[in-house]
């Protein structure tokens, strides 16, 4: 099996490279979309922004939307977690049941399910809440349960020891523990929420993106990109704020503990009122929506927007690690202490950029859709890569390194002979997690225009031919499920 | 009349045994030191007595609990009244002082607690009690893993006396620490023994320190009991036999 992995890896390689050159990006860059875009910004030009209270209303409506899902994805989030994590749940079939759920919410992807929510619920907030919080708990609930999973055991068998209950102990030993990790991943969360939720507004999700894709879809150009110069901002002043966050939950101060329970009460508070949620009669309808779905139809073409999808996800994923690999080593502070800094702080820097918003941008401008989105989810591909790479570079044993400085060698033989051989696998791994969560970005990209499957998805959604929804379900979650098993081939047949 | 007796105990992890044939019985208020080598079983056999781990043959009853046969209430009861020091401290470092001590007060009020606030006032008020004995009141607001490790080692000491236990167990409880800490950590659990006729039982590597500090030494090697004796009279180079990986079978056996 193991004599395999050169060929897979090289297969993986061709593969990317065929994507990238049939993709058509130096397009992009010049040629075409660049006339495209010039003539295009002559129509843009100059921005008109709606009046200031309408702004408000709408990033208050985006905030409260993107808020309120991430709240429910931590409420179904931390007891899902509980049950999944060996540490805090001794019976396996729990475990497994939990994991399962976990992975069922991962794999279905937040376009589809707000496309049948909004069949159920009808147009407002509820459908993307219910959409965006459901399928966070994917990601939410796993890293819950590895935040459970990586606390200490110690203090949970020293409160053991007294007498207390398996809840007790839990409340008293390992919940504090991860609280910070809780916090920080919710915020994560949250920040991918807001992008999402304004590339849903181009399937109904109310808020900023809505009006964008009102806008666009009215060629109303001044508006439309005058509006994602508002989410842009929106991005940046959440990013920043929730670092600050970050680091409270994380300072060895205390006394933030009641600041910040009133903070996180009163924002819960605003969210719920912004985001005026209302089931109606929509859970009567659930029946009668789910037959809408079946049987499922495959709309012409499929297969080759399907490719189309991947093709954007792999090429995008090739392009951010060309960026992300050399530029996560470098950041890691172990390879280069000091000058790392720079490094990082570029990292931190491409990663404030939302690639949906980019995409969004870069798609209307060009128009040239594939290598538009392709170029997008590189940009955000290469931040969060560099950003694991760099991680993974860190988490090395730092005694092998040592050992091998200690016969004499210099930095970049230690690199080679002790660092890398170390994370190889790890990079690996985070490689293959960005190929799969490209092909979910991919998909969402494809809701403004930059083609693949999610433009199927809007199409049958538009003219209510839901089967094809169900076709597009089953064929993401397939390449979905290949590039899992891959990773855990590849894992295993490397260990 | 004993307090922990262990019949004929064996613990076994997959192949592998950890204790063999283990029987032996303290009475109360004994102040006792078990040694021996890494690996030779010392803190697999603490656990058994706080029923943290129960035995793959024989019996172990501990305050007239037999651990093999009570059910998870009961044990829980049971360790309620069994205090437990260990090695690493094993506070919640991003907690309070104040709070970590507080859980030592788990078992015997009812329903989750999260928060120092969620602890009654009057366990509060024992807590900072048991902190002031220790010697940390003053540092009850702060954050435990902005403590020393003597400190820390303090905090858990006030944590298991919350549990105004019978039986103090403690597994290298200076291990982590400097010897002048150590001495001094080992004196104040020495202490509390006796103002609380506590019965210790407490794992220790420094020969010459189990020799100064315990009644009674218990001598581990390979899973076995191979040394049992008062530790009045006795020499250092009886009990560093214990460390030998051969050797002739220890001759007291009491
Ligand atoms: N949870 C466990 N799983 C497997 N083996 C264990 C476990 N705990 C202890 N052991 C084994 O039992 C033996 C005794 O370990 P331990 O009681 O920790 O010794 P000591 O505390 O004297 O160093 C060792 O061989 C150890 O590897
Ligand atoms: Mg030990």
Known sequence: ?495 | MSVIRFDAVGVRFGADSALDDVSFSIGAGEIVALVGMSGSGKSTLLRQVDALHLPSTGRVTVLDTDTTSAGGRELRALRRRVGFVFQQFHLVGRLSVLENACTGALGRIRGPRLGRVSYPKAVRAQAMAHLERVGLADRAAQRADTLSGGQQQRVAVARALMQDPEILLADEPVASLDPETAVQIMALLREIAEERRLTVLCSLHQVELALSWADRIVGLRAGRIVLDTPATGLGRDEVMAVYSQVGPTLAPIR
Not at chain 1, 184 to 196: E, G, K, P, Q, S
């Open chain 1, 1 to 495: 099996m193991k004599r395999l992995v050169p060929f897979v890896v090289l297969a993986l390689v061709i593969a990317a490279t065929a994507a990238i050159t049939s993709i058509g990006l130096m397009d992009v860059l010049t040629g075409t979309g660049w006339a495209y875009a010039v003539e295009f910004l002559g129509r843009a030009l100059p921005l008109d922004f709606p009046p200031m209270d309408e702004v408000l209303a709408l990033s208050a409506r985006t905030l409260s939307i993107a808020g309120t899902a991430t709240l429910l994805s931590v409420l179904i989030s931390v007891p899902l977690a509980t049950l999944a994590a060996h540490n805090t749940t001794p019976h396996k079939a729990a475990r497994t049941t939990s994991r399962a759920v976990i992975a069922v919410a991962r794999a279905l992807p937040d376009v589809i399910l707000a496309i049948v929510f909004f069949r159920v619920f009808g147009l407002g907030a509820t459908a993307g809440v219910l959409a965006m919080g459901l399928h966070s708990v994917g990601m939410v609930g796993k890293l819950y349960a590895d935040a459970l999973e990586q606390t200490d055991p110690g203090p949970a068998t020293a409160v053991r020891a007294t007498g207390a209950t398996r809840t007790q102990t839990l409340l008293a030993a390992v919940i504090p523990q991860a609280t910070p990790a809780f916090i920080a991943t919710a915020l994560h969360r949250f920040d991918i929420n807001l992008r999402v939720s304004v590339l849903l507004g181009f399937v109904g999700v109310d808020g900023l993106g809505l009006a964008t894709a009102t806008a666009l879809r009215r060629l109303d150009y001044q508006r439309g990109l005058a509006l994602a110069v508002v989410i842009l901002a929106l991005c940046v002043l959440l990013e920043l704020v929730s670092g600050l966050l970050r680091r409270a939950a994380l300072s060895t101060r205390r006394g933030w503990g009641l600041t910040g329970a009133l903070f996180a009460g009163l924002a819960t508070v605003a969210m719920l009122i912004g985001a005026d949620l209302s089931l109606g009669d929509g859970l009567g309808r659930l029946g009668a929506t789910a037959e809408l779905f079946w049987p499922p139809i495959a709309p012409t073409g499929v297969f080759a927007d399907l490719l189309a999808t991947v093709r954007m996800a792999l090429a995008a994923t090739a392009l951010g690690a060309l960026l992300a690999v050399p530029l996560g080593v470098l950041a890691a502070r172990n390879v280069l202490p000091r000058a790392g800094g720079v490094f990082r702080a570029f990292i931190v820097l491409v990663r404030g950029i939302p690639e949906l918003v980019l995409a969004i941008v870069l798609v209307v401008i060009t128009g040239i859709g594939e290598a538009a989105g392709t170029l997008a989810l590189a940009v955000g591909a290469a931040g969060l890569l560099g950003k694991l790479i760099a991680d993974s570079v860190e988490e090395v044993d730092p005694r092998i390194e040592e050992a091998v400085r200690a016969t004499g060698a210099g930095r970049w033989q230690v690199f080679c002979a002790a660092t890398l051989p170390q994370a190889a696998q790890a990079m690996t791994g985070h490689l293959l997690y960005q190929l799969d969560v490209n092909v979910r970005a991919a998909t969402l990209l494809g809701l403004v225009g930059a083609g693949g499957v999610g433009f199927v998805l809007l199409n049958s959604a538009r003219v209510l031919e839901f089967g094809a929804v169900t076709t597009v379900l089953t064929l993401l979650l397939g390449v979905v499920l290949l590039i899992e098993l891959l990773a855990l081939w590849l894992r295993r047949a490397a260990a």
